[in-house]
């Protein structure tokens, strides 16, 4: 499955780039949140760019099924 993609951005005080993952299907939401358990805070609005690509990876691999 290819995951869609999401357009980063960077937010005062980050020193690191995020994407906004609320426009996603609540499917690949749920397996995002999944997924982000452990990781940096998850977060509604972003997440770190970082943490979306090692998910969009492990969803090609199909490590994660959607």
Known sequence: ???PTLKEFRISESPFP???PSTL???IVA???I??????????IYIYKQDW???CGAV????IKI
């Open 1 to 3: 499955m290819k995951v």
């Open 25 to 27: 299907p609540d499917n």
């Open 35 to 44: 997924f982000m358990m452990g990781r940096t805070v998850s977060h509604p």
């Open 53 to 55: 690509q090692e998910f």
């Open 18 to 20: 995020v994407v906004d």
């Open 60 to 63: 090609e691999r199909n490590d």
């Open 31 to 33: 397996a995002l949140d």
